[in-house]
């Protein structure tokens, strides 16, 4: 049984910067393609990041190119969403998911979600 844990997520005020992780466990993930999701309330899901097997390839929403950076460490069977100059618009819980059997998945039919971590920027 695959486990996806989100850690990372906590109060910060606008323009800090939070580093969230998702350590997979019960199956290695370097086979799977990874990706960040949030929501927030009244809001759907959307997909914020997501990155290739090799992490060759990353692909972002628009309201968070150039502020997020997704990355993996296979080794680790982590993958991270860097985040920078966070804005009050960027409280969210935020999930990450994983897809097996595609190198590279940007759709919503992930097959494993972790539980997610709460990020709330407010001053």
């Known amino acids: 049984q695959v486990r996806l844990v989100e850690s990372g997520g906590g109060l910060v005020q606008p323009g800090d910067s939070l580093r969230l992780s998702c350590a997979a466990s019960?199956?290695?993930?370097?086979?799977?393609?990874m990706g960040w999701f949030r929501q927030a309330p009244g809001k759907e899901r959307e997909l914020v990041a997501a990155i290739s097997w090799a992490g060759s390839r990353t692909s972002y929403a628009d309201s968070v190119k150039g502020r997020f950076i997704i990355s993996r460490d296979n080794a680790l069977s982590t993958v991270y969403l860097q985040m920078i100059s966070l804005k009050p618009e960027d409280t969210a819980i935020y999930y990450c998911a994983a897809k097996w059997g595609l190198q590279f998945y940007r759709g919503n039919k992930f097959d494993y979600w972790g539980q997610g971590t709460q990020v709330t920027v407010s001053s």
């Open positions: 019960g199956s290695t993930i370097s086979s799977a393609a």
